[in-house]
């Protein structure tokens, strides 16, 4: 007779264990760009199911000097926890220490700052996506041309992602890397300078365009629209609508797709579980310890889109819509 009742104050305790008051933080930069925004559903997924307050915050361009300034500003608010998409860790990662100093619980999503005391880091293993991407590509050029890459060079994870590449067109000599330009998170500069490549002729015609981050894919190839560009590679990054769409039109080669849904979402419950079930002490390098209560590293994973699977992608996209 009493069992159905202890069962009942049991689920009723862990409902009580979470409150609206308990509220979290995602950091990034560029937060408007569909890849934040998936992300977004993900961290407000979670705190749904855990009924607490999430929020995202940041700059709505690529501005890294914003984002610190953003960081202060919600460590200063004493939250049970932040996540953080590091776009330069030299001066992002003292904010983080300094969050860890405070007793705020701090995870990197996305994007790492390794050298900081942040607890552990949840993201595509972006050292094997650039080796995805760097098949593909040495594939369709047939292992000869000329290649481009569309960056930023501080941000952690498009570092990873070039090295990547370069590690796979390091074995074909035929492939020569003419250039990595620096868009400084405006696709419209990736967009005016494909234009510029475009012109170029024989030994020096661009072959291969490969962006490294989200938003640069759809204007490299609005630029081959205009240009009427044909027999060029393009390999993007993600999967918003635009790409995918270029991807199935035969635009875009291919691109390569994360999970910054998955990386929001494990990563809010991450937090929760450490603001419930606090560490004995977070400045501490937890990745030295073998009995570690927490990993060094969650893999969200990668996947190559290309027309063969483009539809699912897309498909896909349209069932997140309508959750």
């Known amino acids: 007779m009493f069992a159905p009742l202890a069962v009942a104050f049991a689920l009723l305790a862990g409902c009580e264990r979470h409150s609206k008051s ?12 569909p890849y934040w925004q998936t992300a977004k559903a993900g961290l407000q997924q979670a705190a749904a199911q855990y009924g607490v307050t999430a929020e995202m915050s940041g700059p709505s361009v690529f501005d890294p000097a914003g984002e610190v300034d953003e960081m202060r500003a919600i460590i200063a608010k004493k939250p049970m926890g932040i996540l953080v998409s590091v776009a330069d860790p030299t001066t992002l990662g003292p904010e ?8 705020i619980p701090v995870i990197t999503i996305d994007s790492d700052a390794p050298d ?3 607890l552990y880091f949840i993201g595509t293993n972006n050292l094997e996506a650039g080796r995805l991407g760097g098949q593909r590509l040495a594939a369709q050029l047939n292992g000869k041309g000329n290649v ?28 020569k ?9 405006d696709s419209g500069t990736a967009m005016d300078k494909t234009e510029e490549y475009l012109a170029r002729k024989g030994a020096d015609q661009v072959n291969g365009y ?3 981050e989200a938003s640069a894919g759809k204007d490299v190839a609005e630029a081959f629209k205009r240009q009427h560009a044909t027999g060029r590679v393009l390999i993007a990054m993600d999967v918003d609508r635009a790409t995918l769409q270029l991807v199935k039109d035969g635009t875009i080669d291919a691109t390569i797709s994360q999970k910054p849904y998955t990386m929001a979402l494990l990563g809010l419950k991450g937090l929760d579980d450490l603001h419930h079930y606090p560490l004995k ?26 027309k063969s699977n483009v539809d699912q992608f897309l ?3 349209s069932n997140q819509a309508r959750r």
């Open 315 to 317: 498909q896909s996209g």
């Open 210 to 212: 490969v962006c490294l």
């Open 116 to 118: 900081s005391n942040r």
């Open 281 to 306: 002490t977070l400045n501490r390098d937890y990745e030295l310890d073998a009995q570690s209560p927490i990993p060094a590293f969650v893999d969200t994973g990668v996947s190559l889109v290309d």
């Open 177 to 185: 890397i003419t250039e990595v330009f620096d868009m400084k998170g």
């Open 148 to 175: 481009v890459f569309f960056t930023m060079p501080s941000q952690p994870n498009l570092v990873e992602r070039l090295k990547g590449y370069k590690d796979v067109l390091s074995t074909y000599p035929g492939i």
């Open 22 to 33: 308990e509220r979290y933080y995602l950091v990034a930069t560029n937060i408007d760009l």
């Open 96 to 103: 983080i220490n300094k969050a860890i100093s405070a007793g």
